[in-house]
């Protein structure tokens, strides 16, 4: 994970999500293994970046397991929630009626 902002926690080597060990603010750009990536909105610590593009059906992965499908593709740096994640396991429920496509976009 060389060149990866120090914000970012790999929780296991076969992990294709990176979490958020502190707040990425809207404008800020940060780097995934290289690759530059500009936030369009706030991201709270906790949350989840993808660390590499995903494919809709793909497994997420965290903690070296499964959490759940990709629901839609999901590019390198995206937030991984509810717009683009799915259980396999339970459904998924959100109370936020106004949620937000994706937070950022890549630039190699």
Same mark, same amino acid.
């Given at each position: 994970?060389?060149?990866?902002?120090?914000?970012?926690?790999? #929780?296991?080597?076969? +992990?294709? $999500?990176?979490v958020l060990r502190a707040a990425i603010q809207l404008g800020e750009t940060?780097?995934?293994?290289?690759?530059s990536i500009d936030f369009t909105r706030n991201i709270s610590m906790?949350?989840?970046?993808?660390?590499?593009? #995903?494919?809709?059906? +793909?497994? $997420?992965i965290k903690y070296g397991a499964p959490i759940g499908s990709a629901s839609r593709d999901i590019q390198l740096g995206d937030h991984v929630?509810?717009?683009?994640?799915?259980?396999?396991?339970?459904?998924?429920?959100?109370?936020?009626?106004?949620?937000?496509?994706?937070s950022g976009s890549s630039k190699p």
């Open positions: 994970m060389n060149d990866t902002d120090p914000r970012l926690l790999l #929780l296991h080597p076969d +992990d294709n $999500v990176l940060i780097r995934i293994e290289g690759v906790g949350h989840k970046l993808a660390r590499r593009n #995903l494919k809709t059906g +793909d497994k $997420v929630h509810l717009l683009n994640l799915k259980s396999d396991y339970t459904p998924t429920h959100s109370l936020d009626a106004d949620a937000v496509e994706f």
